[in-house]
Antibody
Framework: EVQLVESGGGLVQPGGSLRLSCAAS????????MTWVRQASGKGLEWVSG????????SYAESVKGRFTISRDNSKDTVYLQMNSLRVEDTAVYYC??????????????WGTGTTVTVSS | DVQVTQSPSSLSASVGDRVTITCRAS??????LNWYQQRPGKAPDLLIY???TLQSGVPSRFSGSGSGTNFSLTISNLQPEDSATYYC?????????FGQGTRVEI
């Protein structure tokens, strides 16, 4: 069964740091791009960051650029999101998703259940 | 960046109805457009990719169309389990974006 399990969420003060992890199973992790998407309570989905199969290629939403870093460890089938300088507005459920490419296009076809990050003093 | 705008933001319909949700991109994105369904308290699920291809396991009453800047998701013969929020998402630009969502109430 293809599965993604996020962990690492919690309560942190403004300005603090957290590292989220997403453990993958049931597919050849090293051959898929991965992405993080977040959702504040009662709000819509916001794409946060993505990482290609080639570790050197990453992208970030403007709202997190310079503060968040995405990385992956193909030996552990895990993708990470290092979040620094956290702000109250970063409070959300964070989902990781597997990205499948097809005919040059891509889509998020498997999602984890999410981990909750709360930034508050 | 490419922005995608959905309409309506919410709708109410009855079992058996046909409903259509539209998504407009801020520039031409060919068919780099996906649709997701999110039920309350759950993670999103992929419904349609590349504008019109139905994801495996998704009922055939869901369909997608469009290209360029205008796209639509249609649900025919609406069922109670279709009560959810639907999002479009563009994969044309490196900075992916989602529409603001359309809440469908049955």
């Amino acid at each position: 069964e293809v599965q993604l399990v996020e962990s690492g969420g919690g309560l942190v003060q403004p300005g603090g740091s957290l590292r989220l992890s997403c453990a993958a199973s049931g597919f050849t992790f090293s051959t898929y791009a991965m992405t993080w998407v977040r959702q504040a309570s009662g709000k819509g989905l916001e794409w946060v960051s993505g990482i290609s199969v080639t570790v050197g290629s990453t992208s970030y939403a403007e709202s997190v650029k310079g503060r968040f870093t995405i990385s992956r460890d193909n030996s552990k089938d895990t993708v990470y999101l290092q979040m620094n300088s956290l702000r109250v507005e970063d409070t959300a459920v964070y989902y990781c998703a597997k990205v499948t490419r097809w005919n040059g296009r891509d889509y998020m076809d498997v999602w984890g259940t999410g981990t909750t990050v709360t930034v508050s003093s | 960046d490419v922005q995608v705008t959905q309409s309506p933001s919410s709708l109410s319909a009855s079992v058996g109805d046909r409903v259509t949700i539209t998504c407009r991109a801020s520039k031409k994105i060919a068919n780099y457009l996906n649709w997701y369904q999110q039920r309350p308290g759950k993670a999103p699920d992929l419904l349609i990719y590349v504008a019109s291809t139905l994801q495996s396991g998704v009922p055939s009453r869901f369909s997608g169309s469009g290209s360029g800047t205008n796209f639509s998701l249609t649900i025919s013969n609406l069922q109670p389990e279709d009560s959810a929020t639907y999002y479009c998402q563009q994969s044309y630009s490196d900075l992916r974006t989602f529409g603001q969502g359309t809440r469908v109430e049955i």
